[in-house]
C-alpha cells in the first residue's frame, strides 16, 4: 500500500498542514492569505488527498470536516488544472468525466426551469420539475455508486490516506437526500415553494462540489497513483457485473457435510436465491456477495478485500461498528433491520458466524425485498404460473 507522505515533499507538506490549521478561524485565514497563496498556487491533487486525509483525522465532527476541505478547495480550486482531454486514453476515467459533463448539462437545463416555477407554480409544471428531477436522481444514483462501489474500494486498497472517500460518500448523500427533499416539497399540496427552495440550493451546492472535486482532486490524483492494469480492471467490472466465480473451473467438487457439489452448481445456487449476500470475515473483509438476478444493492469484484465499514455511507458506521462489537464479545448474534427505500421495504437481517470452537468469524448479511411477501394472504396449493 502506497503511503502518499512518502511522495511528497515533508517541508511542503509541513506547511500545507499549518494552512489546514488555521481553516477553522477564516479570520486568521484570511489574515495570513500572503503567506499561504504562494503554497497554494502550487498544489496538487495528491496534496490535497494527503490534506484531507489529514484534516479528518483532527476533527471528528463531519459538518466541520466538511466547512474546513471546502474552504481548502475554495481557496486553491482557481490554481488547479482541469484538462480532462488528458485522460482520454483511459476510457474509465473518460467516461466518468462524461457523466459529470451530461450531469452539468442536466443541472444547467434544471436551473432555467426552475426560475420558471418561481413564478408559475401550478400542478402541472410542479408534476414537469418533479419528472426531470426524478430522472436526475436516478442518473446521480448510477453515477455515485459506481464511484462508491467501484473506485473507492481501489483507493482504499491502493493508498493508506483514503479518508476522502468517507467524506465523498457523504456529500453523495447530502446531495441525494436534498434532491429527495425537492421532489417530496414539489408533491405538497399548498405552498411548500420555500422549503423547496432552501433544498435546492443545497443540493446545487453538493452536486456541484462532487463534479469539480472528482474532476480536479480525485481522478487526477487517482491516475497518477494507480497503474493502467487497475483501470483496465474497473472497466472488466462494468463490462460484466457477473459473480466473480462464474469463469471456467478447474473440475472437482466441493464436499459439504449435506452433499457434493460442483463449483459451477455453488455458483448457480447462490446467483438464483432471491436474497443480496454478503459474507464479510473475522478481519472485518468482504470476502464473497452473491448476484442474483434483481441485486438490490450494487457490487462489483472491487468490493472484495474491503473492510465493512467502508461499505456504508459515514453516519451508518457507528451502527455497524456497534453490531461486530457485539457479535465478537459474544453478547448478540444477530442484529435486524427493516427500511423502505422507494417502493421498496427491505428486511436486512446481520448474522454472527462462529467457529466449532465458538470463536468469532465474521459476518453474514442477508438483504431482501418483503413488500411483496406481505401482502400474501391465504393459500396457493395449484400451480399457478399466470398469477
Request: glycine content about 4%.
Amino acid at each position: 500500500m502506497k503511503q502518499l507522505e512518502d511522495m511528497l515533499s515533508p517541508e511542503r507538506l509541513e506547511r500545507l498542514k499549518v494552512v489546514c490549521d488555521t481553516l477553522s478561524d477564516r479570520t486568521e485565514f484570511r489574515d495570513r492569505w500572503e503567506v499561504f497563496e504562494p503554497l497554494l498556487t502550487e498544489i496538487t491533487p495528491l496534496e490535497l488527498v494527503s490534506l484531507v486525509d489529514y484534516i479528518m483525522a483532527q476533527e471528528a465532527d463531519i459538518s466541520s470536516v466538511k466547512l474546513q476541505v471546502s474552504r481548502l478547495i475554495h481557496a486553491c480550486s482557481k490554481f488547479l488544472e482541469r484538462d480532462e482531454l488528458r485522460f482520454d486514453s483511459i476510457p474509465y476515467v473518460a467516461g466518468i468525466l462524461q457523466e459529470n459533463r451530461q450531469i452539468e448539462s442536466v443541472l444547467a437545463a434544471l436551473k432555467g426551469e426552475l426560475r420558471l416555477l418561481q413564478g408559475e407554480a401550478d400542478d402541472s409544471r410542479r408534476m414537469e420539475v418533479v419528472g426531470q428531477l426524478s430522472a436526475l436522481s436516478q442518473q446521480l444514483k448510477n453515477h455515485y455508486e459506481k464511484l462508491e462501489n467501484d473506485v473507492f474500494p481501489i483507493l482504499e486498497k491502493e493508498v493508506s490516506e483514503h479518508a476522502c472517500t468517507s467524506l465523498m460518500w457523504s456529500i453523495h448523500t447530502d446531495a441525494a437526500a436534498a434532491l429527495a427533499q425537492c421532489i417530496e416539497a414539489l408533491q405538497e399540496e399548498g405552498d411548500s415553494l420555500r422549503r423547496f427552495n432552501e433544498q435546492v440550493g443545497k443540493f446545487f451546492f453538493a452536486a456541484g462540489t462532487i463534479i469539480f472535486r472528482e474532476n480536479a482532486i480525485l481522478l487526477p490524483a487517482m491516475v497518477e497513483l494507480l497503474p493502467a492494469s487497475v483501470w483496465e480492471q474497473l472497466a472488466s467490472y462494468e463490462a460484466d457485473e457477473r459473480l466473480i466465480s462464474d469463469q471456467p473451473s478447474p473440475a472437482g467438487s466441493i464436499d459439504l457435510p449435506t452433499g457434493t457439489l460442483s463449483r459451477e452448481q455453488l455458483v448457480n445456487i447462490f446467483s438464483n436465491l432471491p436474497v443480496d449476500i454478503t459474507l464479510v470475515d473475522a478481519e472485518d473483509r468482504v470476502v464473497f456477495y452473491n448476484t442474483p438476478p434483481e441485486r438490490i444493492f450494487p457490487r462489483t469484484p472491487a468490493v472484495i478485500g474491503r473492510k465493512v465499514q467502508q461499505c456504508h455511507p459515514p453516519k451508518s458506521v457507528g451502527t455497524v461498528e456497534r453490531i461486530l462489537d457485539g457479535f465478537r464479545r459474544l453478547e448478540h448474534d444477530r442484529a435486524s433491520f427493516r427500511v423502505t427505500i422507494g417502493e421498496k421495504y427491505l428486511l436486512i437481517n446481520y448474522i454472527a458466524l462462529y467457529d466449532a470452537d465458538g470463536v468469532y468469524d465474521g459476518v453474514l448479511e442477508i438483504l431482501q425485498e418483503i413488500s411483496g411477501l406481505q401482502k400474501l394472504s391465504g393459500e396457493r396449493r395449484l400451480l399457478d404460473w399466470e398469477g
